[in-house]
């Protein structure tokens, strides 16, 4: 789940990914140095409402797996991931909101306490050569907020 509608709806991404040079836990997009990272990315599903800011549904396939590489590619496309604090999505992002989405913000905030990533399937080549594949639903924790979303009922 991202803040805001992504244009166009389908696209891929391509950067180099490094270490920030601010905080080493962090990991940022850069120009000149860093590994090659490829998401492929497609809106799933838009939540635009008067009550609140509007929130997409997005899916991404990776073709390179770097660490962070979908927080920090949303990022860099001013769509950063809801609630991920160390990515710009955070607890703070209410603040740029205007005072009528407050209360539907909070709301949406106290029904999640992780970023809003979720590894529907993941597949690769395990050490000893066998293909590894996972399949996992959505979470209910992820789904109340979607429902939330939805709706615009305040929990």
Known sequence: LIWGKVRPSKGKIETLITRSSKN????????TKGKK????????????NKHTPTLS????????GRTHQIRVHMKSIGH???FDDNYGGGI?????????????????FKSMDRVALH?????????????VEYD????????????????????
Do not use: G, W
């Open 24 to 31: 080493r836990q962090m990991m940022e997009v850069s120009r």
């Open 37 to 48: 990272a490829i998401t492929n990315y497609r809106t799933i599903e838009i939540f635009e």
């Open 57 to 64: 549904l997005v899916e991404c396939k990776l073709e390179t």
């Open 80 to 82: 950063p991931i809801i």
């Open 92 to 108: 703070k992002m209410i603040k740029s909101f205007h005072v009528k989405y407050t209360k539907l913000l909070k709301s949406i």
């Open 119 to 131: 590894a529907k399937s993941i597949k690769f080549l395990h050490p000893n050569k066998d293909v």
């Open 136 to 155: 996992v639903p959505i979470p209910d924790d992820f789904k109340k907020v979607i429902n939330l979303a939805k709706s615009n009922e305040l929990l």
